[in-house]
C-alpha cells in the first residue's frame, strides 16, 4: 500500500483575533476518509480529505487496495504468451489496449515484423476499446453527478461492441486476442458489416449523449470551472491521455509517437478549449473524451475500409525466447500513456515485466486539481480523471 | 361527507377522528403504487423493462413485497443515539406532509377541512417537515447525517419564499385562500384555468411554483439530501426497516401534495377541461387525480433526466433566481388586478 | 447582467432538450431480455466452460503447461507394451494412463490457452456458463475415467515390468561378462563393449 503524499497537509491556521471584531471563532480542519468502499470513486480508492468546512484543503490517496502483484506474476510465467490474460486484467474496462501494448512491446523485443492484416484489426480492437472506456467513463461520470440515465445509454452501446468482441474471439470482457506476432483468432467473415453497422448506429448515440447529458446546463455548472488543471501543472506531474488533452496539450502518442498503422490513418486529436469555463476543467476531460469516441469511429471506418487479407497467425513464433536484452514501449491507451518495460535474460520467461500505468499518475494529480475545491466537487473531480483501479494497484 | 357522518354517529370529535384518516385512504396506495410506477418510468426511460415478475403482469406488487421485506427487519437504533427523538422524527416528517391534505379539495364534495385560509395553512403546516428533518439528522448522532439535515433544512427553507410568492401570485387574481373557492373560479371549459389567465404571469408562476416545489420534496435536481453518489446518505443515513420506509412513504405523500396545490391552483384541480360534460363530484374526483398524477410524472421524468445541483448552485437558484422571479410575478399581477378594478 | 439572463434560459433550454430525449426513450423497446426464461445465444467461440474428451486424451500435459493459473491438474502412468490403449479420433496411438486430469474450474481464467497445444484436440471450452455449485469442492472438476483401484494396478503393473525390465538387463550384462571376451575393436565406429559388471550393492534403477 501506498501514500501518495504531494505535500504534507498544512497545520490548521485559525487566525485568533479578526480585525475589528474581536475574538474570532475557533475553527478546526477536519480529516474525512473517503473510504474504501464508496459509490463514486470507481473502485477500492480511499481518499482523505482534509477539509476546512465544505472547503477541501488537501486530498491524499491511498491505493493498492486492488494490488495483485501482476508484476511479479509475470516473472514466474513460464512463457511470454502467458502473461497477456494477465495484462487484460490491469484495466479491465478496455482489456484490447492493455494486450496491444504489451504485443507491440514484446514484438520490439524479439524483433518480429507482423502481417498488415494483424495490425489493421488490432488497430480496430484499440479504438473499439478507447469507445468502450470512454462510454464507461462518461456514464459513471454522469451517475457521479445525479443523472442516472445516460449511464445506461451508454452501457447498452457498449453491449453491442462486447457483442462484436464476442463473435471474433469468445470473450466480452477478458479478451486473451492479441498475441504475440499475431492474434488468436482471425475475424469472422461478417466482421466488416458488423463493424459498419455499429458504426453507423453509434454516430447518432453520442449525439444524443451530447442533448442529454454534455450540454446540460446543470451538468455545466457541475463540471465547468471545477477541478482545473493548467498545463504545466499537468505537464510536471506527467498525466497523459485525455486529462492532459484536457488541459490544451495537444499531444497523442498516437500522432506524436506512431505505433503499428496510426500513422496511414486519418483522425484528429480533440483537445480541451475552455469552451464552457477554463481551460483544463472537468467538462474540458470530459469532452475530450466525447470527441475521442467520434474520432475512434472514423479510425475504425478507415480502418476496416482498409484491411488486407493475409493470415493472421503467419508471425506467431512457435517458441518465444527473445535475447537478453530490454525494451520500453509507450502506447495510447484510452486513460493515457501505457508503457511496458520487458527486460529479457535470454529464457522463455519475462525476467521483469514493469508497467507504467496511467490512472497511477493521473491520480497522483489529484491533490493539485482539487485544493480549494469543495466536497462536492470533489466526486466530479475523481470522475474527470476517469481511473480504473486495476490500473493503478495492477 | 361530514354530515353523513355526523348523522350517524352523532359524536363530533369522533367524526373529524375518522375524517383524518380519509386521505390516508388515498395517500397510503398512492404511496405504493407511485414506488412501482417510479421504477417502471426510470426502466422505460433507460431502454429496460422495470420490475417484471412480483406478482406477475410487470411486478405490479413489487412495492408490496419490498414493504413486507421491510416490515421484517431488525429495529436498530443507534447506541448513541438520542431514542425519543430518533423515533418521533419519521412520525413529524410524516405529519407534515399529511396535515397538507386536510385543506386539499379532492373534488366538489369532499375536502377535509373547508376552511377559508387553506392555502396559508397548507404553506404554514408544511414547515413542520423541518423540524422532523432535523430532529432525525441530530438524532441519529452522526455528523454526516447532521451536515445532510442542515443542508436539507436551508433548501427547504430557502425555497418556500418562491413557493409562496407563486401562490400569492395566484390568491390575488383568485381574491381567497379557500381552495374550493379556487376551484369553483376556475369552473368551465380548460381556458378558465389559471395557466392561461394573466398570461404570462400566472404561467411563469406555474414554473417557478413546481421548481420550487421539487426542492421542497427533495426531488432531483434538488435531491442531495438522499444523493447517494455524495459523501452521505443525507438526514436518513441511520434509518433503517419500517421507520426508512415511513420517510419514504412521507416523500411520497409530499410529491402527491405539492402536485395537487398545483393541480388545483393552476389547471382546476377537480374541474373537467370540457365544461359541464364529464362533471360532477365523482368525476371531479378523477380529474383531480388525474391531473395530480400528471404532475407526479412530470417530477419523474424530471428525476431521470436531470444530474443534481450543488448545494451552493441549489441556494443561488432559489434566492437569486426564483425569488426575484416571483418577486416580478407579483408585482405584475398586482397591477394588473389593479388596473381591472 | 445579460449573461444572468442567458444562462436562465440555457438552464431552460438543455433541460427541455433532456426531456424530449427521454420522452422519446419512453416509447422505444427495450434492450434488455428477461433472463432466465429468455437466453442468448452465443457465438460459436464463446469460452466458458471447459470440456475434456478423455477418450482422445495422450496425457501430453500440454494444457496444464500452457495455463497461466495453474488450474490444471494432469498425473499419468506409463502403460507397458502388452497393453493397447487405443488410438485417439485423429490416430495417434495412446501410451499413458491418465488416472488423475483435474481441472479446478474456479482457478480456470477462461483466457482458452490450453485449448491451442493439444494436439488431439480434445480439451474445448464450451458455451455452458451456468454451474453454480454451493460448495467449493464440487468445483473441481475430475474428467479422468480411471478408479483409483485401477490406477494402482496399472502402476503395479508398470512397476512389475520395469524390474523384469532390468532383470533381464542384469542377466544380459551378466551373461556378457561371463562370456569370453569380444574381439580387440577395429577402427572407425567403435563395437559396442561388454558393460562393466554391475556391483550387487547397486540397487536396479527405478524408472516411472
Redesign the interface.
Known amino acids: 500500500m501506498e501514500e501518495m503524499m504531494t505535500q504534507p497537509p498544512a497545520a490548521p491556521q485559525a487566525p485568533t483575533t479578526v480585525p475589528g471584531f474581536g475574538r474570532a471563532l475557533k475553527t478546526e480542519e477536519m480529516v474525512i476518509s473517503m473510504g474504501p468502499q464508496h459509490p463514486s470513486t470507481h473502485g477500492v480508492l480511499r481518499l482523505e480529505l482534509v477539509v476546512d468546512g465544505e472547503v477541501v484543503v488537501d486530498v491524499i490517496p491511498h491505493i493498492g487496495y486492488l494490488h495483485r502483484c501482476f508484476e511479479k506474476h509475470c516473472e514466474h510465467m513460464t512463457n511470454y504468451q502467458q502473461v497477456i490474460p494477465y495484462a487484460d486484467r490491469m484495466d479491465y474496462v478496455a482489456a484490447m489496449s492493455n494486450e496491444f501494448g504489451f504485443v507491440v512491446a514484446a514484438e520490439k523485443l524479439l524483433k518480429i515484423k507482423v502481417p498488415e492484416r494483424v495490425e489493421y484489426i488490432r488497430v480496430i480492437m484499440a479504438e473499439f476499446s478507447r469507445i468502450v472506456s470512454h462510454l464507461i467513463a462518461i456514464g459513471t461520470y454522469g451517475m457521479d453527478i445525479g443523472a442516472f440515465t445516460p449511464f445506461l445509454y451508454c452501457m447498452r452501446d457498449r453491449e453491442r461492441v462486447l457483442d462484436i468482441f464476442e463473435e471474433t474471439c469468445g470473450a466480452r470482457l477478458l479478451y486473451n486476442y492479441m498475441w504475440i506476432g499475431g492474434l488468436s483468432h482471425d475475424v469472422q467473415a461478417n466482421f466488416a458489416g458488423k463493424v459498419k453497422d455499429f458504426c453507423r448506429y453509434f454516430r447518432p448515440q453520442i449525439k444524443e449523449l451530447n442533448d442529454l447529458l454534455s450540454y446540460n446546463k446543470i451538468f455545466i455548472k457541475r463540471t465547468a470551472n471545477v477541478g482545473v488543471l493548467p498545463a504545466d501543472v499537468a505537464l510536471n506531474y506527467g498525466v497523459s491521455g485525455p486529462v492532459l488533452r484536457g488541459s490544451g496539450v495537444q499531444w497523442d502518442l498516437r500522432k506524436n509517437d506512431p505505433y503499428s498503422v496510426y500513422d496511414r490513418l486519418d483522425f484528429e486529436i480533440p483537445v480541451g478549449k475552455g469552451l464552457k469555463g477554463t481551460v483544463g476543467d472537468c467538462w474540458d476531460r470530459y469532452m475530450v473524451r466525447v470527441h475521442e469516441m467520434e474520432q475512434s469511429v472514423n479510425i475504425i471506418e478507415q480502418a476496416v475500409e482498409k484491411l488486407p487479407a493475409g493470415d493472421v497467425a503467419a508471425a506467431i513464433p512457435k517458441r518465444i525466447r527473445p535475447e537478453a536484452g530490454d525494451v520500453y514501449v509507450r502506447t495510447e491507451t484510452p486513460k493515457g500513456e501505457l508503457g511496458y518495460y520487458i527486460v529479457s535474460d535470454g529464457t522463455a520467461s519475462p525476467f521483469r515485466i514493469k508497467v507504467k500505468s496511467p490512472c497511477f499518475v493521473n491520480l497522483s494529480a489529484l491533490p493539485a486539481m482539487s485544493r480549494g475545491a469543495m466536497i462536492a466537487d470533489i466526486v466530479a473531480i475523481l470522475g474527470s480523471i476517469d481511473i480504473v483501479l486495476g490500473e493503478v494497484d495492477r | 361527507m361530514k354530515e353523513m357522518l355526523l348523522d350517524a354517529l352523532h359524536n363530533e370529535a369522533l367524526v373529524y377522528t375518522l375524517m383524518a384518516f380519509v386521505p390516508l385512504v388515498w395517500v397510503v396506495p398512492f404511496a405504493l403504487f407511485a414506488v412501482w410506477w417510479e421504477r417502471k418510468i426510470s426502466a422505460h426511460m433507460q431502454d429496460r423493462l422495470g420490475p417484471m415478475r412480483t406478482g406477475g403482469w410487470h411486478g405490479w406488487s413489487q412495492t408490496i413485497a419490498d414493504i413486507l421485506k421491510l416490515i421484517q427487519k431488525e429495529d436498530i437504533i443507534p447506541a448513541a443515539a438520542d431514542r425519543k427523538l430518533y423515533i418521533l422524527a419519521p412520525y413529524l416528517v410524516f405529519a407534515g406532509s399529511y396535515a397538507a391534505y386536510a385543506a386539499i379539495p379532492f373534488s366538489a364534495a369532499y375536502v377535509g377541512a373547508g376552511i377559508n385560509i387553506g392555502l396559508f395553512y397548507i404553506i404554514s403546516i408544511s414547515s413542520l417537515v423541518v423540524v422532523g428533518l432535523l430532529m432525525a439528522g441530530w438524532a441519529s448522532n452522526n455528523k454526516w447525517s447532521l451536515l445532510g439535515a442542515m443542508r436539507s433544512a436551508a433548501q427547504i427553507v430557502s425555497y418556500e419564499m418562491p413557493v409562496a410568492l407563486a401562490i400569492l401570485a395566484v390568491v390575488m387574481v383568485a381574491g381567497s385562500f379557500d381552495l374550493q373557492e379556487i376551484n369553483r373560479l376556475q369552473s368551465g371549459w380548460f381556458w378558465n384555468w389559471y395557466v392561461f389567465q394573466k398570461f404570462p404571469f400566472l404561467f411563469a408562476a406555474l414554473l417557478v411554483y413546481f421548481i420550487a416545489s421539487l426542492a421542497e420534496v427533495n426531488r432531483t435536481p434538488f435531491d442531495i439530501p438522499e444523493a447517494e453518489s455524495e459523501l452521505v446518505a443525507g438526514y436518513h443515513t441511520e434509518y433503517g426497516g419500517m421507520r426508512f420506509a415511513l420517510l419514504f412513504l412521507s416523500e411520497y405523500a409530499n410529491m402527491f401534495a405539492v402536485s395537487a396545490i398545483a393541480s388545483t391552483l393552476f389547471f382546476g384541480g377537480w374541474n373537467s377541461p370540457f365544461g359541464e360534460y364529464l362533471a360532477g363530484p365523482v368525476w371531479g374526483m378523477f380529474w383531480f387525480l388525474a391531473k395530480g398524477m400528471t404532475f407526479i410524472f412530470v417530477q419523474m421524468w424530471l428525476r431521470w433526466t436531470l444530474p443534481r445541483l450543488r448545494v451552493d448552485q441549489l441556494m443561488y437558484v432559489g434566492w437569486k433566481v426564483l425569488i426575484p422571479f416571483s418577486f416580478v410575478i407579483v408585482l405584475g399581477v398586482g397591477f394588473w388586478v389593479m388596473a381591472l378594478r | 447582467m445579460v449573461t444572468y439572463f442567458r444562462?436562465?434560459w440555457?438552464?431552460l433550454v438543455?433541460?427541455l432538450?433532456?426531456?424530449?430525449?427521454?420522452?422519446r426513450?419512453?416509447?422505444?423497446?427495450?434492450?434488455?431480455i428477461?433472463y432466465p426464461d429468455v437466453k442468448v445465444k452465443?457465438?460459436e467461440?464463446?469460452?466458458n466452460r471447459l470440456y475434456v474428451n478423455m477418450d482422445d486424451c495422450i496425457g501430453c500435459d500440454q494444457c496444464a503447461?500452457?495455463?497461466?493459473v495453474d488450474c490444471i491438474t494432469i498425473e499419468t502412468i506409463k502403460s507397458t507394451p502388452d497393453v493397447d490403449l487405443g488410438l485417439t479420433s485423429v490416430g495417434t496411438k495412446k501410451r499413458l494412463y491418465v488416472p488423475v486430469f483435474d481441472i479446478d474450474i474456479a482457478k480456470c481464467?477462461?483466457?482458452?490457452?490450453c485449448v491451442?497445444p493439444c494436439p488431439t484436440e480434445c480439451i474445448k471450452?464450451t458455451d455452458v456458463y451456468e454451474f453454480s455449485e454451493f460448495d467449493r469442492q464440487d468445483l473441481i472438476y475430475r474428467f479422468a475415467t480411471m478408479t483409483g483401484a485401477e490406477a494402482d494396478a496399472a502402476r503395479a503393473k508398470l512397476a512389475a515390468y520395469e524390474r523384469e525390465q532390468a532383470a533381464k538387463k542384469a542377466a544380459a550384462a551378466s551373461q556378457a561378462a561371463a562370456a569370453p571376451k569380444a574381439p580387440a575393436p577395429q577402427g572407425g565406429p567403435q563395437a559396442p563393449q561388454p558393460p562393466a559388471p554391475a556391483s550387487p550393492s547397486t540397487p536396479p534403477e527405478q524408472k516411472g
Do not use: N
Not at chain 3, 17 to 23: H, L, N
Not at chain 3, 65 to 68: F, I, L, R
Not at chain 3, 109 to 113: E, F, R, S, V
Open positions: 444562462d436562465i440555457d438552464g438543455t433541460v432538450i433532456g426531456m424530449k430525449v427521454t420522452w426513450h419512453l416509447f422505444t423497446p427495450a434492450v434488455t428477461q452465443l457465438p467461440r464463446a469460452r503447461m500452457a495455463c497461466p481464467c477462461y483466457c482458452g490457452l491451442y471450452m
